[in-house]
């Protein structure tokens, strides 16, 4: 069993040539007793006081620490520390200590004792090697000086440009030879037939699945045994590597017992290794013959079958003739008929074929003639469009024109309107001035001369209202005039009938008025006449009266005067 070594202080130098060392073995052995457990379903954990152990000896370490015998009344430890120093500090921390586990009142004793190793004596080899009656001291091989090594690892002795599992009795004699002279080595393991003689297997395998391997080594004189022994008592075998980490692992070391290098083994190993090579020769020659007999009786076996098979084969042939025969007069039939059939369906696929052709050709034109359709439908509609745009345009410039006109004819409504406008203000001033003068006509006129001077008067009203007139029909022209350089024909038609139609109303309402004045005022006159010679009584009321006479007549003067303009006006616009 290999363990990893922290602390090499204590390591000796065995062969620095292979790094091997030997370092003090540092066992204890603990036990720990238990108490009755009473109560049924109870159980001490193994595990548990393994861990309360490994705590009380802190801060030093267990390397190892596995239980070795566990009973109802105790439980016995094999622990192991990292140098002898350290046992008696981690005996101090356990021996006669007790601890308590949970769950349990009881507290339990812990005995601990430095374990003794177990390696033989020099009263050991002495007293057998004296007792022993087919033992001769003074022959090699029969005396104490030869050591049995167990355990050892294959790949610590075996070479450098070798096989690790392999190891090497000049590696061997090497590291053991600096206790005394060597008279021999043997590896068992390293001689294919020793396990035909011994019946035994020499390759063993430890812990962690490391080759180990066992050896002898024979020294030339007692001293030399001696020293190896007492070398190597309480030891263990360390190996230290090239990085500096360091690997122990223990070894078995006793006296041979069994005279193994003895001259007398070394000769009968040598015969029955030489009776064993023979009889692996006269194996190895029976298997060759064997091999050679089998070999001779399979190329017989195989002449055998490849006659009958060349028998068999040429039946094969003759039936296959016959049959092929056969085969090639059913053939030349069914090839007769196949080839008429083919013929017709040849036939039959040259129609269909024809057929087809003729279907994509009808179908080539339709596809030509609906795409020259379509490219004469497109190129209509190009030419429709085309033309749609065009009237869009033409239309879209018709409307242009119409707006263009209909604003110009809005604003000459407008100004014809506000011409207006400005013609019945002037009529409604004129009215209102000849009501005016019609009023202080009234007021004065008491006599005859009173009447005269109405008469003349209602003269220069007429002469005013003509020359009122002559102004209104003159102003709208020029103020077309100035607005429109060029004024159309068809508008000044409108206009001077228009005007025409005015001055023969205005004419026939001036006549009306005139005569119907003309009359108004001889029956004035004939009142006023009346009233003159009554005027000292009834002053007051013929004022009265001749007042309201004179607005209603001015009133009747105006209508009528409004009735002559417009007949004036139809008048001229009929002569024009």
Known sequence: MTSIVSDTAEAVDLCPEFNLYLKPIAKITLSVALPHLKTPGKSISNWEVMERLKSMVHPEQFSSL?????????????????????????????????????????????RGVENKADFPTRHDWDSFFRDAED???TVPGERPDTVHLEGLPCKWFSPKDGA???????ALRTVFQRFGKIRNVDIPMLDPYREEMTGKNFNTFSFGGHLNFEGYVQYQDHTGFVRAMDSLRGMKLMYKGDDGKAVACSIKVTFDTSKHLSDSSLKKRQQERLKLQELEKQREEHKRKEKEEEERRKEEERKQREQEEEEKERRREEKLRKREQKLKEKEEKKTQKKLKKQQEEEQKKLQLKIAMEERKLLLAQRNLESIRL????????????????????VEQARLQQLEERRRQQEDELRRVEAEKARTLELQRKERELRDRLLGNLLKKSTNTDESSTAVHLDLQICAAQTQLN??????????QDKETGKPKKQEERKETHSSGEADGRRDR???????????????????????????????????KHSHGQSSSSSRSRSRSSSRGRR?????RSRRY
Do not use: Y
């Not at 690790?164 to 000049?170: F, K, V, W, Y």
């Not at 006549?511 to 004035?524: A, L, N, V």
């Not at 006449?529 to 000292?536: A, F, G, L």
């Open 66 to 110: 596995r239980i070795s015998k566990s009973t109802m009344d105790f439980i016995r430890f094999e622990g192991e520390v990292e140098n002898k120093s350290a046992v008696k500090r981690v005996l101090a921390k356990l021996d006669g200590k007790s601890i308590k586990l949970s769950g349990f009142s009881d507290i339990l004793k812990i």
């Open 135 to 137: 033992m001769n001291e």
């Open 164 to 170: 690790p599992d392999r190891p090497s009795e000049t």
């Open 374 to 393: 379509i490219a004469e439908l497109l190129s209509r509609a190009k030419r429709l469009k085309q033309q749609q745009q065009e009237q869009q345009q």
């Open 470 to 479: 002559g102004v209104t029909l003159q102003t709208p022209q020029e103020n």
């Open 509 to 543: 309402r001036r006549r009306r008025s005139g005569s119907r004045s003309r009359g108004r005022w001889r029956r004035s006159r004939s009142r006023r006449r009346s009233r003159s010679r009554t005027r000292s009584s009834h002053g007051r009321c013929s004022r």
């Open 567 to 571: 007949r004036h006006s139809r008048h």
